[in-house]
């Protein structure tokens, strides 16, 4: 039984958005401007990150910050709908240059304890958020100017995973891709592929015309990078889980496209920075250094 939405989308109010594609992590970050004024939120950034060199860079951010310079703009939230397997998050850098507070879902302190071990991150690792300002859990209302934005719990992916609906627009992360990308993966630690199934009903039970913007895209056939469908069209067309489709052969599908998949990328660096809400981990020694760790045969 889908769970039900414990807010009613006001449809009536358009937020404009504005996207960022960061073509090496397939990750499209967003503006939502309130159209009633200057104030705006920013959605899943991208810190630049060189794996080879150990490198990290802004280019990416820098693009944002000066959108929102330009246009004379207000932040107010920057939104992490998850924290992100596949890029770094560059929402401290942002907080810096322009404020705003910055939110996620409040299971992240699920993700920390997980993830806390994983790395073997030692007591001085706060699994409790703190490093957000906001906790966000189901159903909670946040303002951006005039606009009301709402945060929708739809885990799966990850414990954590939120679907933020602003007005007549959903930024649903992870959860789900263009019709012909289907969904997510759900076999990260924390992840369960029925969950996800559930949390994705859920999304589809919000009004057809709601518009969805998802967080990458990874061009099925070749084609041009897409990020912006609708419920009614997901429900139609999705692959993985457009109408008709049962919860068990959904979950029979995800778990054996699951065991054929490799990890992503930049995995390791992902996990350890954004569970710090993008923060690096803290220096070792006087030298100024910063270290990532490599866990062995655990992923």
């Avoid at 069209?233 to 999705?238: G, I, L, V």
Wanted: one cysteine or more.
């Amino acid at each position: 039984m889908t769970k039900p939405i414990p807010f009613t989308p006001d449809m009536t109010m358009t937020p404009q958005v504005i996207t960022f594609f960061d073509e090496p992590t397939n990750t499209f970050s967003y503006i939502v401007k309130d159209p009633a004024s200057n104030a705006c939120a920013v959605v899943d950034s991208v810190m630049d990150f060189d794996y080879p060199s150990g490198r990290t860079g802004y280019q990416s951010a820098d693009e944002i910050i000066r959108y929102i310079l330009d246009n004379r703009l207000s932040l107010e939230w920057i939104i992490e709908t998850h924290v992100h397997a596949d890029h770094l998050s560059a929402a401290p850098y942002i907080q810096e240059k322009l404020g705003g507070k910055l939110g996620i879902g409040n299971a992240i302190t699920t993700v920390q304890q997980t993830f806390g071990k994983i790395f073997n991150e030692g007591t001085e690792f706060q699994r409790d958020g703190s490093q957000f300002d906001k906790l966000f859990a189901d159903g909670d209302s946040y303002t951006i100017g005039s606009m009301t934005a709402y945060a929708l719990h739809t885990p799966g992916h990850t414990p954590a995973c939120m679907t933020h609906v602003i007005g007549d627009a959903a930024f649903v992360g992870d959860t789900l891709f263009m019709p012909d990308g289907g969904t997510a993966r759900a076999d990260f630690p924390g992840g369960d592929a029925r969950v996800l199934f559930q949390s994705i009903k859920r999304v589809l039970s919000l009004p057809v015309d709601m518009r969805l913007f998802m967080c990458h895209d990874y061009m099925p056939g070749g084609r041009d990078p897409q990020w912006e469908t609708s419920v009614g069209a997901e429900r139609s067309e999705n692959i993985h889980v457009k109408d008709g489709t049962s919860e068990d052969d959904f979950v029979n599908m995800r778990e054996a496209r699951d065991k054929t998949l490799g990890m992503p990328r930049l995995i390791l660096p992902s996990l350890q920075i954004n569970m710090r809400a993008g923060h690096l981990p803290p220096q070792e020694d006087d030298s100024g250094k910063v270290y990532l760790k490599v866990p062995i045969n655990v992923l």
